[in-house]
Structures are given as C-alpha cells and as structure tokens.
C-alpha cells in the first residue's frame, strides 16, 4: 500500500532536495505520513479551483510545483487566501508535496527538458551545485549549427502550446549559446551575460533586466512563468504514472494561465 510517507520518500529521491533553493519549500508540506494514497493530483500552482477539482475527485496527495504555503505564515484561517485553501486541503486529508525548484534543476528537469526541445548539446548548469557539478541551478547549451531566433521560437511554440511568444531581439547575428532558467529566472540573467550568451530564455522579466540584457548583447525569450513550467507537470504525470501502477494519477485541468490576451 501506498501511503503518504512511501510517496514523499520516493519522490526526495527522485526529486533531489538538496538541489532546491535555500529560499524555497520544498518537500512534504501538508499531510498524515500513515494515510494512503490511492489518487494522486499534478498541478503547476495550486488554486482555489484546483482545491475544489481535487475534493471533487477524491484526491489524496497533490503534488504541485509551486509550493503551498510558499513563506512561514503565522496563523491558518479562513481570512487569507493561502489560509482557506490549507483549511480546505487538511479538512479532506489531501496532502501537498512540492519539488518546485529541485525539479527545475535535476536531470531531466524543466530546464533540461526545454534544453532538449531546442536539441541544445554540450548541456551544464548555469550554477553548480555544491553536491555535483553535473546538477544545478538553470541550464547552458548549444546548438550544433547556429540559428536564428525566428528558427528557435518555432519549436518553443510547440513545446509551450502557445501561438505567440514575447522575443526581444539582441544583436543581428546567429545564436549557438543558450541560456534557461524557466518560471522566473532573472537571477541567473548576470550569470548568462558572464558564460557569454546569446540568448536567455526564461519565463519573465522586468522591463530594466530586458535592457540589461539587450545592452549586453543578449536577445531574450520570455515565453511567460506559467508555459515555461506548466508543461513539464504533464510530462511528470506520464512519468509518475508508470512508477506507481497502484496509484492513478491525473492532471489537473483547473491550473490555468491566470493571464490572458484580449
């Protein structure tokens, strides 16, 4: 049988936890380590919507990527927004686990996933974990031949379902060096300029780093936080899928873009 704790052991291993920022939360956050666990939920961020989909369908464990609760709060109750969604979760004994940040950064993780859409080689971290040099924050890689930046958008597209993606255009040359850093990555932007980049692809930007960036040569991708992440949680659910025959295991169809274009 499948419980709680069984499930947020395998998922420490597979998700390497020591990979996760320092500022993140990650790993088993709400739950009863002795419950079973028989549906199982996958979610980019978890919504009040996505908690009545997943009362509505039984669901004992969601496995999200952005963390609930995120930052220590002080009390639980039905005046916050993130107070009435753990109210609701710990009522119907659903537990939440949250990799976030170590899925972005393992093998095989976000940024690597969009590093081999691209058919990027020659793939590192744009910052090393102290544990292994292979493993790290973001991911650098290159192109076999270069491309242009209409060339490299095309299979974005696809890879993200969207039909249009905000391109800022740097110098007028081809691209072989890529930097990724998915969801909100303008942390490692300084990096990218120092690895020598040609193009940043990360989820969003303020419009300062956009010029930072411009100014030193990079052209930008900014797909938007939620496509840059949202489709590794449907390639997580075929994974996870396969590894517990016991379990069943859906994808969440309320964790939408809260943005839209009118």
Same mark, same amino acid.
């Given at each position: 049988?499948? *419980? =709680?704790?069984?499930?947020?052991?395998?998922?420490?291993?597979?998700?390497?936890?020591?990979?996760?920022?320092?500022?993140?939360?990650?790993?088993? &956050?709400?739950?009863?380590?002795?419950?079973?666990?028989?549906?199982?939920?996958?979610?980019? *961020?978890?919504?009040?919507?996505?908690?009545?989909?997943?009362?509505?369908?039984?669901?004992?464990?969601?496995?999200?990527?952005?963390? &609930?609760?995120?930052?220590?709060?002080?009390?639980?109750?039905?005046? *916050?927004?993130?107070?009435?969604?753990?109210?609701?979760?710990?009522?119907?004994?659903?537990?939440?686990?949250?990799?976030?940040?170590?899925?972005?950064?393992?093998?095989?993780?976000?940024?690597?996933?969009?590093?081999?859409?691209?058919?990027?080689?020659?793939?590192?971290?744009?910052?090393?974990?102290?544990?292994?040099?292979?493993?790290?924050?973001?991911?650098?890689?290159?192109?076999?031949?270069?491309?242009?930046?209409?060339?490299?958008?095309?299979?974005?597209?696809?890879?993200?379902? &969207?039909?249009?993606?905000?391109?800022?255009?740097?110098?007028?040359?081809?691209?072989?060096?890529?930097?990724?850093?998915?969801?909100?990555?303008?942390?490692?932007?300084?990096?990218?300029?120092?690895?020598?980049?040609?193009?940043?692809?990360?989820?969003?930007?303020?419009?300062?780093?956009?010029?930072?960036?411009?100014?030193?040569?990079?052209? =930008?991708?900014?797909?938007?936080?939620?496509?840059?992440?949202?489709?590794?949680?449907? *390639?997580?659910?075929?994974?996870?899928?396969?590894?517990?025959?016991?379990?069943?295991?859906? &994808?969440?169809?309320?964790?939408?873009?809260?943005?839209?274009?009118?």
């Amino acid at each position: 049988m499948v *419980t =709680v704790k069984s499930m947020s052991t395998f998922l420490s291993t597979f998700f390497p936890l020591d990979l996760a920022e320092d500022w993140d939360n990650v790993g088993l &956050l709400v739950g009863t380590e002795l419950q079973p666990v028989k549906k199982m939920m996958i979610c980019l *961020t978890i919504t009040p919507e996505v908690v009545a989909e997943a009362i509505k369908n039984q669901i004992n464990f969601i496995l999200c990527h952005h963390p &609930l609760p995120f930052v220590g709060i002080k009390r639980i109750t039905e005046a *916050t927004y993130e107070g009435g969604m753990l109210l609701d979760l710990i009522a119907a004994r659903i537990a939440v686990y949250s990799a976030h940040t170590a899925y972005d950064s393992m093998h095989g993780g976000i940024n690597e996933q969009i590093a081999h859409a691209l058919g990027l080689v020659s793939l590192k971290p744009l910052v090393a974990s102290a544990k292994t040099i292979s493993m790290g924050s973001g991911r650098m890689g290159y192109f076999k031949k270069p491309k242009s930046l209409e060339e490299i958008v095309l299979p974005l597209k696809e890879v993200f379902g &969207l039909d249009q993606i905000n391109v800022v255009k740097g110098p007028d040359k081809p691209i072989e060096s890529i930097a990724i850093a998915c969801g909100s990555g303008v942390k490692l932007l300084e990096r990218s300029i120092q690895l020598g980049s040609h193009l940043f692809i990360t989820g969003e930007m303020s419009f300062h780093n956009i010029l930072l960036a411009k100014g030193s040569g990079l052209s =930008v991708i900014l797909p938007g936080h939620y496509a840059t992440e949202r489709f590794a949680m449907k *390639t997580l659910a075929q994974r996870l899928e396969k590894d517990f025959s016991g379990v069943e295991v859906m &994808l969440s169809e309320c964790d939408t873009d809260p943005g839209m274009y009118l």
